[in-house]
């Protein structure tokens, strides 16, 4: 038996005291407590699994042995469930986290107070590992999607401000954050909510010097940002090369540089499309579009008449990022494939009058076009 597995089942079935965090009704963010939660909204029948998996981890010889008689294996599993199912009820279905750590400081705004930090949520999801492995209803590893990650921005310190700023030996402050978890979609994500983040001087947390709190209710801020219904489109990203910095089937993570040039606007089954449109000048812009979460369609487009310096800037990019020769691309339509990606490029005859919203690029994926045309009927 893997050590891995045996610790997570020894943690997972210890007396009930040792759910909770510090003695609040906050819940330690780890992966045993995410595993309640989940269980919390999963089936009967991924419940039924689980419950097999721990008796089988408790004590694999004990699990086999009741298995040859009905009644004693079914006593074994009643008695893992009832286990699991009290640690399940004192978690319930919406549950507040808590989670610490040393942050650092990037800059200090000695007008306002505003405080900067890096290293805590880089992007706005976080991945932790099950450490038991794939089970049906259950994932291997959960992602958490911070709905409100940008209130890390709005921190400033109130207390002993100058003296932080500039005293250039402190570097590190300790964070200490409230989630709210309650909605567990797809099978593998948690809808999160930074409730309040409170900004300590050390890990003592005798002095507090920033603190911040969500004033929106958990329901509005998980259903009013652009992963409301999470990353349903489960194909794999292709990094072999990248336009503009954007790769096909990237997840989409810039949810602060997106908020002003992106919107939700219909579905392709179960999967949320979100259409972008992003300046590159004054005559050219990307229409990005995102299916399910993920990078699925990019386009150059015009958005006036555009020059000829322009132009040869489009040509320049795409022959560094495709490995193309620029003469390639003044030969008519190019249509060609490669990384499994179908690219298309529309010269210009720039002689002519360029008409608004021409086509000039596009690329997309075979996997996202099969996704596409199995959930449009085409």
Known sequence: MRKSSLVFVSVLLISLSSVFAK??????????????????????????????????????????????????????????????????????????????????????????????????LKRPFQTISTGHGKIKGLPAYYFLLYANAGLTEKLKIAKKLKEISKNSKITHLFLEATLKLEKFQNQQEFQVMIEKIDLYRDK????????????????????????????TNKLIGIHSFDVYGYRIQDMMTEIKTHQNICKKTKHIGKHQVIECKKNLSKSSYLAISYVGGLLSQLNIMTSSE???????????????????????????????????????????DLSKKVSKDRLVFTMMSAATKKLINENTGK
Request: charged share 25%; glycine share 2%.
């Open 23 to 120: 003695g609040d009704n906050r819940l330690e963010l780890n992966k045993e407590n995410l595993t309640l939660l989940a269980l919390n909204h999963s089936s009967t029948e991924t419940i039924k699994q689980f419950v097999v998996r721990l008796a089988k981890d408790k004590d694999i010889r004990a699990y086999y042995k009741a298995k040859k008689d009905e009644k004693n294996y079914k006593a074994l599993l009643d008695a893992v469930n009832a286990e699991l199912q009290a640690k399940m009820n004192t978690v319930g279905s919406s549950v507040h986290f808590v989670i610490s750590q040393k942050v650092t400081i990037k800059s200090i705004d000695e007008s306002t107070g505003e405080v900067k930090i890096s290293n805590f």
């Open 204 to 231: 003592s947390k005798k002095e507090l010097l920033a603190s911040v709190t969500e004033s929106r209710n958990y329901k509005i801020v998980t259903n009013n940002w652009f992963l409301s219904e999470g990353f």
């Open 306 to 348: 555009i020059s000829v310096k322009e132009y040869n800037q489009i040509i320049y990019r795409l022959s560094n990022s495709l490995r193309k020769p620029k003469l390639f691309f003044n030969e008519g339509m190019k249509n060609w494939q490669k990384f499994s990606v179908d690219f298309y490029f529309f010269p210009l």
